[in-house]
């Protein structure tokens, strides 16, 4: 049966089109995807993300074993600060990616993808064994809400917010418009943003009081074809397109994600130590075409006449007016930025080159 | 011309329309809405010629890309180049702006027993 979060009717109602995501019967867009891309660029946006998982470590040994199952250094994580890592299987593969957050001692929020929420539960309780930790999956209890864009703040102190200084990826305790959640300075657009999670009970009443609050800011709701996009400008990885369990970390370019020191043992480590050390087959890349076609999903990557890669997330760029993807090609000296490979788009091949990640500059760090 | 009166529809949401001797292929506005944003459109070349049901134009929004087929048998006589270069007119209008293509179809009786009219059609996609 397909799923609904408690912000369905509030999305039906504002006539959104609604699409299955991962299981979910989501709003993929509210009035039009490039409108809604550039209000979060430029204003403030409302998405429901209550779809993505939440699941709550907790007990003696639950540092050591988040420790044993992601590259990051869990131990060195402090109090109310968060951390984006992976889920590595055996072979330094991507179970899923993850942001962890340690909201107390010993204890930890783990926010995950909605479409792998029951291989991340399976995953992390084969590796519990022998350990004191308490595994406990709350993602149906609680809601998601994320408030994205150059107002987000603004707007947030205007419904009573009134941290000061809160960093980007920190959590903490909060009161908006009277209701007690958790506020985490965090976000998949690349503006600054926070990511508010409550109990189901007060999202409708939060969705309707940050809608009508933010008016003065050009707040509008967002669907998840706008998140795309905005992700995508942002260079994050969506699993399912971008990461999968056959892809390291380093492939990914998530290196900057992967200790080098890390002492403790943990899935995958020899693999992933190894491509940092001696190199990888295939790296990803982010092209922009130099015509009008779009790169998608699956699309095949040449270079010199010969096929290196695939396109893994691809489309247009609201922003900068360019068709810009991610993909992965063959880890080879001629191919870098500024090379231009080749795409096949409907059985022909067109140029694109090879740029810097991400496709705008990033706001999103305060 | 009203488009909405005389035009026939597919259920692939293509119209096609009399104009003079020539008829007018476009996309309906349902088809428009169902697309969102569009962001690319790809035409064929004055003189191509496309048997019914074949794919003649591709067109793109943001979410995904689609191809577009012709109702009926027919030559391509005209294309609409200035949607080639700002294919979001076709969010505004998919009709006095908005055709795509005009051929030249000698088959239009036999290939257009199909296509419904616009109430029929709206019916069956509603």
């Known amino acids: 049966m397909v799923k609904e979060t408690y912000l369905h009717g509030k999305h039906v109602k504002l006539g959104a089109k609604m ?55 869990i131990d060195k994580l402090q109090y109310e600060k968060a951390v984006y890592c992976q889920l590595t299987n055996k072979n330094g593969g991507l179970v899923d990616d993850l942001i962890i957050y340690k909201i107390g001692i010993e204890c930890y929020l ?27 999956n709350q993602s149906h209890n609680y809601s998601l809400l994320a408030i994205q864009g150059p107002k987000a703040i603004n707007l947030m102190k205007k419904m009573g917010y009134n941290i000061e200084d809160q960093k980007s990826f920190t959590i903490k305790p909060a009161v908006i418009a009277d209701v007690k959640l958790l506020a985490s300075r965090t976000g998949y657009t690349g503006e600054d943003g926070f990511e508010l999670l409550m109990e189901n009970e007060y999202s409708e009443y939060l969705w309707d009081e940050i809608l009508k609050e933010g008016q003065e800011f050009g707040i509008k709701p967002i669907g998840l074809g706008a998140r795309d996009t905005l992700r995508l400008e942002a260079a994050l990885h969506l699993y399912g397109n971008d990461l999968d369990e056959t892809t390291t ?49 699956g699309y095949e990557i040449y270079y010199n006449g010969e096929k290196v890669g695939i396109v893994t997330s691809g489309g247009v760029s609201p922003s900068t007016g360019k068709n810009i993807a991610l993909g992965y090609v063959k880890n080879i000296d001629q191919i870098i930025t500024g090379t231009t490979i080749q795409i096949m788009i409907r059985e022909k091949l067109h140029d694109a080159k090879i740029v810097n990640r991400p496709f705008i500059q990033k706001r999103n760090k305060v | 011309m009203s488009y909405r009166e005389n035009m026939l529809c597919s259920k692939s949401h293509e119209y096609i329309v009399k104009d003079g001797d020539k008829y007018v292929v476009g996309l309906t ?6 697309l969102g944003d569009i962001v690319f459109l790809e035409l064929p070349s004055v003189g191509d010629n496309f048997g019914k049901g074949e794919t003649f134009a591709n067109i793109e929004s943001v979410k995904a890309a689609s191809e577009i087929y012709l109702p009926v048998s027919g030559e391509i006589t005209e294309i609409n180049e200035q949607l080639v270069d700002s294919p979001e007119k076709l969010n505004e209008d998919c009709y006095e702006g908005g055709w795509l293509v005009k051929i030249s179809a000698d088959n239009f009786d036999n290939d257009s027993k199909d296509l419904m009219n616009y109430d029929d059609y709206k019916s069956e996609v509603e």
């Open chain 1, 19 to 73: 699409v299955d995501f991962a299981g979910w019967h989501m709003p993929v867009q509210y009035s039009s995807i490039i409108e809604e891309h550039k209000t979060v660029r430029d204003h403030v946006g409302l998405f429901d993300v209550s779809h993505m998982g939440e699941v709550f470590v907790s007990g003696k040994d639950a540092t050591k074993f988040l420790n044993k199952v992601v590259p990051q250094s």
């Open chain 1, 110 to 136: 783990v926010i995950c993808n909605a479409s792998r929420i029951d291989e991340d539960l399976n995953w992390l309780v084969r590796n519990r064994r022998g350990m004191n930790v308490n595994i406990d």
């Open chain 1, 249 to 297: 970390p380093i492939e990914a370019g998530l290196s900057w994600s992967v200790p080098k020191d890390k002492v403790s043992d943990y899935n995958g480590k020899d693999i992933i130590m190894n491509q940092i050390h001696n190199g990888i087959q295939r790296k990803l890349i982010g092209l922009e075409m130099e015509d009008r076609n779009i790169p998608r999903h």
């Open chain 2, 29 to 34: 506005e349902y088809a428009i809405e169902q």
